[in-house]
Every structure is written in C-alpha cells, then in structure tokens.
C-alpha cells in the first residue's frame, strides 16, 4: 500500500513558478514510476509528467515540455514537480499518483492505482 500526500500549491500570477511536493509512505518507493496528473473544472484528468523508479527518465504531456521538470529523491521517498512560466490554463487540481505495479512506466491515469488528495493550483492573468 502507498500513501502520497501532495503538498506546494498556491496562487500565483501567469509567468511565475510553483514546486509542487509528493511525500509517499511504502517501504517499496524507489521500485515504482511516480506520475503527475492535473483536472481542471469541467475537464478530465489528464497526464503532465512521469518519472521511472530510478529517475533516469522522464516524460511530459506537450502542454508543459520545458516549462515543468519532474524529480524525485528515493532516500526521502519524494517527488516533486517545478512549474515555471505558469500559465491560466495550468490552472487545476494536481494530483500525484503510482502505479501498484514495480518497475512499470506507464502514462496513462486508468494505470495508475494510487492517488493523492490533490493540491490546488490558480494561475492568475
């Protein structure tokens, strides 16, 4: 069982940045991808960025490629999400998420088994 609790988000005005954090429980951190995922009001869940088990890659949703870095920090059990040049349509719940299964990279939500509470980010015109 993994326990994520996202934590990092705010108000912020169009052009600046935010880092989002993920703490997990679960002695099995480092053998699972971590994914991060955002749901705006009226619109689905969708992908914004993925990191393997061990860090060495990492993929993004075009809408954010070179604006948002993803990490993560195996011996804190952390990842993290730098936002920069934040646009209004960045604008949603972000949500960061794990795969039940070890050592599988997957992008897509319905893979994902589980879930964070969620933290708010508004980016402001």
């Known amino acids: 069982q993994v326990q994520l609790v996202e934590s990092g988000g705010g108000l912020v005005q169009a052009g600046g940045s935010l880092r989002l954090s993920c703490a997990a429980s679960?002695?099995?951190?480092?053998?699972?991808?971590m994914g991060w995922f955002r749901q705006a009001p009226g619109k689905e869940r969708e992908f914004v960025a993925a990191?393997?088990?061990?860090?060495?890659?990492?993929y993004y949703a075009d809408s954010v490629k070179g604006r948002f870095t993803i990490s993560r920090d195996n011996a804190k059990n952390m990842v993290s999400l730098q936002m920069n040049s934040l646009k209004p349509e960045d604008t949603a719940v972000y949500y960061c998420?794990?795969?039940?299964?070890?050592?599988?990279?997957?992008?897509?939500?319905?893979?994902?088994?589980?879930w964070g509470q969620g933290t708010q980010v508004t980016v402001s015109s």
């Open positions: 990191i393997t088990w061990s860090g060495s890659s990492t």
């Open positions: 998420a794990a795969p039940a299964d070890e050592h599988t990279f997957v992008v897509g939500a319905s893979q994902y088994d589980y």
């Open positions: 679960g002695r099995t951190f480092s053998s699972h991808t």
